[in-house]
């Protein structure tokens, strides 16, 4: 246990003292302590299921009920609901913006206080001015009156937080803030965050991102199973102990994939064009070629917009219409027009968003995973439940999917959990290639081990696998070979041996986002 | 503790069948005639025409669509039965006049609703025009077709064989009731036991992630609302054959009756969710509530109100215990 400097007690703005909440006979919380000081990034971090979420939801006045004491400013304070912690100064920005897209960017900083006119009209001069002068402290130059679809989301973040300030807000809450936006735009958001702090805003930072902690943060709170596990400055921690206090074991260097035998080229594509769907005589994709072999991971390595998923929906079928190139199994060329040709192809795709692509959340896990092989289910042309529950037992087991049985709804399911059945729905088509798009995107470290360690294996058994990610250490660990995507085209292609971060990194950089740096997204 | 939340659950998952029976006490208490011999199987008649409909209406609902052209296939398919039985079909140019059989002009109507069903599905999936659209659009095609059919007045006189699939009894049940039940069994399997009757739920679940398992979504949704259409003309049977009639009215409004039936049954308007049997469970609370309330003689427009307000309550419920949980 770390011990807090006594001296910033002066500087606390927020405290959380003995927090307990329970869930059905769960404890979610157990007496959690938490301090937010004034200027300061308090970051706070923990696998899933740490109660992270549940913390956030006690201080925003989204739980009313829990034991202990919320204390603002010196005082005990309650919330009877969300609206009164926003009167109160506490803004939550949530992983997934709560902006209306077909309003303008002023209509939704001011939606429900919109400034009347003498005649009873929303004044809209008014609201544009106060709107700009906001985005001006956050230094966005963008016009208030676009609407907010056709912003980046980098940008819509920035609106909520001028969102946040147009309400007094003293504390800022950020849940996982860089999980949907660029490299480049995580750049611009620690350059505001960082001047929040000199306007005497306290941030409440909620990451997965080690590495970020040290660039933003000046305090970390660290939770385990509801518990708290520590506090400290940041100067006092470094990322192994930050790591050792989340999971509570010593953890060796990241993991180490075991070399499968490679052997002849399986899968290949070559020219794969993706149109622009508004852009005349643009690419999404342009012009990509590559080769894998049966054992063998190619990472792909891209930054947001290079392309990399629409490359993998691309092969999969998902854009007959609009795009062109050759396929390759075993050097045979072959036609893929919908995701059903790729699978009787034996290609297999794992979307990067669980929950909108990947799983009908309220199926069981048993025909979550049976769902995309279903026939092999069948008994006399109808489908058996036992034949069902064996397929699916047996992955339960082979990818240690945490579930009390195979008929919980698969909604339950913690993402690690849910990200393992998708896998599972896959391996059950027996596929020889398996595309991965961010397989450990927004799943906890324990998770994300066990992932890595299943992809190991599968290249083992001989599967050629094609896997997208944004995080260069996991590429770098898991992948043979690396292909570098910017705007659409390969830029590069590294042997393990040859790749280095900053060479992967120089690579992915759009030439565009050189010349228009920093201050202006 | 434990005990207590096991019985709520059970309360939970049988609420509907429990508010049927409540309203069975009910009405048995103060309506008198209603807990009689003749009543029970007049109930089931009326709601045999419902449940056709709103098996159809589960099946589509399941993918996250809705169907309101039901009632109108129902009068067009009756009125082709009816019509073609009758009098045939009668092409002057050619000098050529073709007579059906009762089986022959049977299949006729169940091919023209069947296919007003699979038009709606291709307008869906081809055209990507919304469901409540395009079935709204052929709620006017197929009335006004039935118009033209039938010159505007009803298509009477079909004889005893005809009425015998609306009036008869098998085994001491009515026929119409052996033609439901026939139905359900039939849609419950296949829901249950078949990669179709998965593929409807996972299409309405979440259809991107159908598509991207590999399901054919296009095909499932056209097959749905052909379904839909054919399970209409067997109410547009039922019904001529009750009456010994085709009427250019019949079936007016019966897609609403239908929507209720699969809502209070518990189906989830926005797909992926419900049950067959919830449905035959909604449209026996709708036929008892009818039945009850003609015998206390309340009068019709006040039925209507009531029968709007059940639908709230049930609804409500539903959504209460969900929040819950």
Redesign the interface.
């Known amino acids: 246990m770390y011990i807090m400097d006594q001296s910033k007690t002066n500087n606390i703005v927020l405290q959380a003292k003995s927090i307990s909440k329970t869930f059905g006979g769960i404890k979610a919380l157990d007496g959690v302590n938490l301090e937010v000081y004034k200027g300061q990034v308090n970051a706070i971090v923990g696998e899933n299921g740490a109660g992270k979420s549940t913390l956030m939801k006690v201080l925003t006045g989204i739980h009313q009920q829990y034991d202990g004491q919320i204390i603002l400013d010196g005082h005990i304070i309650t919330f009877a609901n969300p609206k009164e912690a926003q009167k109160n100064g506490i803004a939550i920005i949530h992983q997934e913006l709560n902006l209306i897209p077909y309003l303008s960017v002023a209509e939704n900083v001011f939606l429900g206080r919109e400034f009347i006119s003498r005649l009873g009209l929303i004044d809209y001069k008014r609201m544009y001015g106060e709107t700009r002068k906001l985005l001006e402290r956050l230094d966005l130059h963008i016009n208030p009156r676009i609407k907010v679809s056709s912003l980046r989301i980098g940008q819509q973040q920035i609106v909520e937080i001028a969102h946040a300030l147009s309400l007094d807000t003293r504390i800022v809450i950020m849940d996982e803030p860089t999980s949907a936006i660029s490299e480049h735009e995580i750049k611009v958001l620690f350059d505001l965050i960082r001047s929040l702090k000199t306007q005497g805003v306290a941030i409440v930072y909620i990451t997965h991102k080690l590495d970020e902690l040290f660039q933003i943060a000046d305090s970390v709170t660290v939770l385990r199973d509801g518990k708290l596990v520590g506090s400290s400055s940041i100067e006092d921690v470094t990322h192994d102990d930050i790591v050792r206090m989340m999971v509570g074991r010593d953890i060796k260097d990241f993991f180490v994939k075991a070399d499968a035998a490679k052997s002849e080229e399986v899968f290949s594509v070559r020219d794969m064009c993706l149109a622009h769907p508004r852009r005349h005589g643009d690419y999404v994709v342009d012009h990509v070629s590559f080769t894998v072999k049966a054992g063998e991971v190619l990472g792909l390595f891209g930054l947001m917009g290079a392309g990399r998923t629409e490359l993998l929906e691309t092969i999969?079928g998902?854009h007959p219409k609009i795009s062109s190139g050759y396929i390759f199994l075993n050097g045979r060329q072959v036609k893929v027009n919908?995701?059903?040709d790729?699978?009787?192809l034996g290609i297999g795709?794992i979307?990067e968003d669980r929950k909108?692509?990947?799983?009908?959340?309220?199926?069981s896990v048993a025909?979550s995973i049976s769902?995309?092989s279903?026939?092999q289910t069948?008994r006399f042309?109808?489908?058996s439940a036992t034949l069902e529950t064996q397929l699916a037992q047996n992955y339960v087991e082979r990818l240690r999917i945490k579930t009390p049985s195979v008929k919980q709804i698969v909604e339950n399911l913690s993402g690690g959990n849910q990200q393992k059945v998708i896998i599972a729905?896959w391996l059950a088509?027996n596929p020889r290639i398996l595309l991965l798009d961010e397989p450990t995107r927004g799943i906890d470290v324990n998770a994300k081990n066990e992932i890595y360690r299943l992809v190991s294996e599968l290249t083992q058994a001989g599967l050629a696998i094609v896997m997208v990610s944004s995080e260069l250490p996991e590429i770098m660990a898991i992948a043979d070979r690396i292909i570098v995507l910017s705007e659409g085209k390969q830029t590069a292609e590294f042997t393990l041996s040859q790749a280095t971060e900053e060479l992967i990194m120089k690579a992915a950089i759009p030439k565009s986002f050189v010349l228009q740096h920093s201050s202006t997204l | 503790m434990l005990e207590l939340k096991v019985q709520k659950e059970i309360l939970v998952r049988f609420q509907s069948l429990l508010a049927l029976l409540l309203m069975v006490v009910i009405f048995s208490v103060c309506a008198e005639g209603f807990f009689s011999k003749d009543n029970f199987w007049l109930v089931l008649r009326q709601v045999s025409v419902n449940t056709c409909l709103s098996v159809g209406m589960t099946l589509v609902i399941l993918t996250g669509g809705i169907d309101l052209s039901v009632g109108s296939i129902l009068a067009l398919s009756g009125a082709i039965m009816a019509g073609l039985f009758k009098n045939g079909l009668e092409f002057p140019v050619f000098n050529l006049f073709i007579g059906f059989t009762l089986p022959g002009a049977v299949m006729a109507g169940l091919t023209v609703g069947s296919f007003l069903g699979f038009f709606n599905g291709l307008m869906i999936t081809r055209f990507k025009i919304p469901p409540f659209v395009a079935t709204l659009a052929m709620l006017t095609i197929a009335r006004g077709l039935t118009e033209l059919w039938t010159g505007g007045a009803a298509i009477t006189g079909l004889g005893k064989t005809f009425g015998y699939l609306g009036t008869g009894w098998f085994l001491g049940v009515p026929i119409q009731v052996w033609t439901c039940a026939a139905i359900v069994a039939i849609v419950l399997?296949v829901l249950?036991?078949?990669?179709f009757?998965?593929?409807v739920?996972?299409v309405g679940?979440?259809e991107?992630?159908?598509?991207?398992?590999?399901?054919?979504v296009n095909r499932i949704k056209l097959l749905v609302y052909t379904i839909a259409g054919a399970l209409a003309a067997v109410g547009g049977l039922i019904v001529t054959s009750k009456l010994n009639s085709a009427t250019p009215t019949a079936g007016d409004g019966y897609e609403l009756d239908s929507i209720a039936a699969v809502v209070i049954g518990g189906t989830s308007l926005s797909g992926?969710?419900g049950s067959v049997l919830g449905t035959i469970l909604g449209a026996l609370i709708i036929g008892v509530l009818n039945s009850g309330l003609i015998i206390l003689r309340v009068p019709p427009f006040w039925q209507k109100v009531i029968k709007g307000f059940v639908i709230l309550l049930a609804v409500a419920i539903d959504k209460l215990n969900t929040k819950e949980q």
Do not use: D, H
């Not at chain 1, 909108?356 to 199926?363: A, C, F, K, R, T």
């Open positions: 999969f998902l919908s995701p059903t790729a699978i009787n795709f979307t909108l692509e990947g799983l009908v959340l309220q199926m025909s769902l995309a279903l026939e069948e042309g109808l489908l729905k088509t | 399997v249950k036991k078949t990669r009757g998965r593929y739920y996972a679940g979440n991107r992630a159908a598509k991207l398992s590999g399901l054919n992926g969710k």
